[in-house]
Nanobody, 118 residues
């Protein structure tokens, strides 16, 4: 069992930046994907950004050019650098680690709140 602990959320103004961190209790090298999802009130959880074990990344269209996912394998940590934040980025952000193709082959963090004021 691997635990994921997110940090770095908070309240910022539009146009500002935040960096989220996701620290895993074990090695992240074995995971197929490490990613960030978010869920705004009344909306479904959605993929924000994802990084594969091979180093490929993909992003939601709404965050391309503004958000960057990165990983430090030595520290077992994944980051999400969020620039030019918009009020519509307000959500709870969750870290996700997937090791297989079955729907339950994943771990989730507890989430961190990001609030962007206009």
């Amino acid at each position: 069992q691997v635990q994921l602990v997110e940090s770095g959320g908070g309240l910022v103004g539009a146009g500002e930046s935040l960096r989220l961190s996701c620290a895993a209790s074990g090695s992240i090298l074995s995971f197929l994907f490490m990613g960030w999802y978010r869920q705004a009130p009344g909306k479904q959880r959605e993929l924000v950004a994802r990084s594969t074990s091979g180093g490929s990344t993909n992003y939601a269209d709404s965050v391309k050019g503004r958000f960057t996912i990165s990983r430090d394998n030595a520290k077992n940590t994944v980051y999400l650098q969020m620039n030019s934040l918009k009020p519509e980025d307000t959500a709870v952000y969750y870290c996700n680690a997937r090791w297989g193709i079955r729907s339950n082959d994943e771990y989730w963090g507890q989430g961190t709140q990001v609030t962007v004021s206009s």
